[in-house]
């Protein structure tokens, strides 16, 4: 079953689509275009994407560029669904990152034959590149964690080569660094798979968890896993690395305490506390009523003890 995904911010134009893809077995999403669009697109590696284009705003063309940049989604045929006819669109739709483009209003059967020609092509490509294709598995390493990306069929391809990477050596030299499998670019992945993946797992032993990055196949792991304990499963390298950030944390506050604990134990006192920031120093200055000079006050006491001499000599009267 193949997957597709639209991308198309104008209502009537989305309720068109949704209605032509009606009744079909296909798996199909109609979404607006946002800003957690683009790292959907990543986790569930539709076949193919259909952009709706407004010729207005520079961020879908963005968009495209940047799934053309990105390992997982480079090589998905996108179709862009434009408004009207533009020569200089057409002239440069490889270069903005289109495979192919159709004008709106949208026909049912030439849409769904170019969709099938695109994915036809598409999977060939794929295919191709996975018999020419000389290593299976990306591993990728640093920051603490290792990622292996795995590329194509598991079962033909990517399970034998886990043999040759798996060595005692090398299981050795990463005990102590994260262990994570991003599976979203394999084309099939099912019960066998996930109970392969989960006696690979008993390699990593002195690992607590061991992260999988699943993408569209997160379905398949909730209902197949049983080692719920020890397998952290994702739908994209994003709530990975929120995980990641939030592991992390609690290693430096369990540290912090650790230290304070050691502290009191060896002199008996609580440490005195962090040194704060300038920055956060506030400083007040006290308001102290003003002080008058001794020899102003006499002057003024002189001057009011010294009678008024309108009043002291009133003016005679004639």
Known sequence: MHFIMAIENDLNSAQALENIFLGLRQRVVVTKFSQTVQEYV???????????????????????????????????????????????????????G????????????????????HIEEYKFSESSKTRDNMSFVVVDRGHGRVLFQCRANL?????????????????????????????????????????????????????????????RHMGAFIEHATDDEKMLVFMAPNEFDEYVKMEEQKIEEQRKKE????????????????????????????????????????????TDSQPNSDSANPPSQS
């Open 98 to 117: 289109f495979t192919d483009y159709m004008v709106k209003p949208l026909i049912k059967q030439p849409l769904l034959d170019r969709i099938h020609s």
């Open 155 to 215: 079962k033909r391809y990517v399970f034998p080569e886990f043999k040759k990477i798996f060595t005692p050596n090398f299981l050795k030299s990463i005990q102590a660094e994260r262990i994570c499998f991003d599976v979203r670019v394999v084309p099939e992945l099912g019960k066998d798979e996930v109970e392969v993946f989960e006696r690979v797992m008993k390699l990593f032993s002195n690992h607590e968890k061991v992260v999988f990055i699943a993408g």
């Open 259 to 302: 230290k304070k604990e050691k502290f009191v134990k060896e002199t008996g006192k609580e440490p005195p506390p962090a040194p704060t920031l300038l920055s956060q120093v506030k400083i007040e200055i006290p308001l102290n009523p003003p002080i008058v000079p001794e020899n102003l006050n006499s002057s003024a006491e002189s």
């Open 42 to 96: 990543k986790s569930s590696n539709p076949d193919i994407i259909l952009m709706g284009i407004t010729f207005k705003d520079k961020k879908e063309l963005e968009f495209v560029l940047e799934l053309r940049r990105d390992v997982i989604t480079h090589n998905i045929p996108i179709m862009a669904m434009i408004p009207k006819e533009d020569a200089n669109f057409v002239a440069n739709l490889k270069a903005l």
